[in-house]
């Protein structure tokens, strides 16, 4: 791992490349086995979605529910971190990897923490009493991670409940053109240092106005390697992909 912080990683010159939970198009998505392909793949970093489980523990999983990506069905918020535990997370996708299980925060952070830049998507709305910002504040102390991460939503409460809990950390506003005014203008309040727009939404006019306006950029989701060069070259300062190999030497080939 080259970089010692996200902030220096991002200021590197470099394009960095972000696997989209994991490597999505190689392994299934948001699982160990996911960030592994991604690391081998040479991705600077791996963007990943958290939500709370019934008691509490953030578990890495995209949708509100099991059904789509385990051998389970039910929504993750009434579910235990015992419960979901027990359930397949790789034989959807391959039998290669079946006995995947769904990883907690904890567990990603323990096997990547020091060799990935991370990127943690938190969906989660509050339930059961817990609160996953708060959760979130304090797995990342725990594991001393607040310089090597990058929190996005599309949530202005749960940003605003971390911009306190962790005054300094990265934040990225996560957005793309559809945004109700509801989400979009409470985050744009909010102090944040990058922008997440959905790759489409960027040119030479948006890269002008983030530039002067001192925002890192990092778009998704970039599968294309025309367009992930003519991103590099509009300087955004990374490209979250679903296939980290190719886009990597797309961007190598320049
Ligand atoms: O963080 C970028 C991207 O992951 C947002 O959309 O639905 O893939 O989590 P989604
Ligand atoms: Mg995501």
Known sequence: MPYATI?????????????????????????????????????????????????GHLVVIHDTTVDA???GRGHVAELTLAELKQLDA?????????????PTLDDVFDAFG?????????????AWGYRADKVLAECVRRHGMSERLIVSSFDPALMG????????????????????????????RLWHQARHPRQDMVDQGYM??????????NVWTVNDGARAL??????VNAII??????????????
């Open 161 to 188: 409940g971390l911009r306190q809990m962790m005054p300094t950390a990265m934040l990225g506003f996560l957005y793309q053109p559809d945004m109700p005014a509801s989400h979009y203008l409470p985050l744009k």
């Open 7 to 55: 902030t220096e990683a991002l200021n590197s010159g470099q394009t960095l490349v972000f696997g989209h939970r994991g490597a999505l198009a190689q392994a299934p998505m948001n699982t160990l086995a996911a960030f592994d392909c991604a690391l081998q793949q040479g991705a600077d970093g791996i963007e990943l979605d958290v939500q709370l489980s019934k008691d």
């Open 208 to 217: 002008n106005w983030a530039r002067a306006q001192r925002y890192f950029v």
């Open 114 to 126: 020091d060799k990935l830049l991370i990127n943690v998507e938190i969906k989660s709305s509050p």
């Open 230 to 235: 003519e991103l590099s070259r509009l300087g």
């Open 241 to 254: 992909t679903d296939e980290p190999a190719a886009i990597i030497g797309a961007l190598e080939k320049c």
């Open 90 to 102: 790789g034989a959807w996708f391959s039998a290669d990897y079946k006995g995947e299980r769904i």
């Open 69 to 71: 990506t385990t051998d």
